[in-house]
Nanobody
Framework: QVQLVESGGGLVQAGGSLRLSCVAS????????MGWYRQPPGKQRELVAT???????TYADSVKGRSTISRDNAKNTVYLKMNSLNHEDKAVYYC?????????????WGQGTQVTVYA
């Protein structure tokens, strides 16, 4: 019913930047919250950033100040730009979309995309 397609991941030089994109498609009226999560090797999945349909944003402390999340509601697309990448940023990054339907919240996840940082 809802599909999330990610792009922009890959190999990034240490100190460099990346931009991830995620577009949602399917049958839904609107998406309340779109966000990015990541799972580094040997760790639990953690929040990176979120964006509400009203424009509010949140960031994890580890990326605050060097990351920007944005969204295009008309295109149902969310973006994540990260600067000054280091080896701690190596992880599988996941796109998330939360949809409210008939008073119930539904969460959908992308397939995940690998981000690797090289020296």
């Amino acid at each position: 019913q809802v599909q999330l397609v990610e792009s922009g991941g890959g190999l990034v030089q240490a100190g460099g930047s990346l931009r991830l994109s995620c577009v949602a498609s399917g049958s839904f009226f609107s998406i309340n919250i779109m966000g990015w999560y990541r799972q580094p090797p040997g760790k639990q999945r953690e929040l990176v950033a979120t964006s509400t349909s009203g424009g509010s944003t949140t960031y994890a402390d580890s990326v605050k100040g060097r990351s920007t999340i944005s969204r295009d509601n008309a295109k149902n697309t969310v973006y994540l730009k990260m600067n000054s990448l280091n080896h701690e940023d190596k992880a599988v990054y996941y796109c998330d979309a939360d949809i409210h339907r008939s008073g119930t919240k539904y969460s959908y996840w992308g397939q995940g995309t690998q981000v690797t940082v090289y020296a």
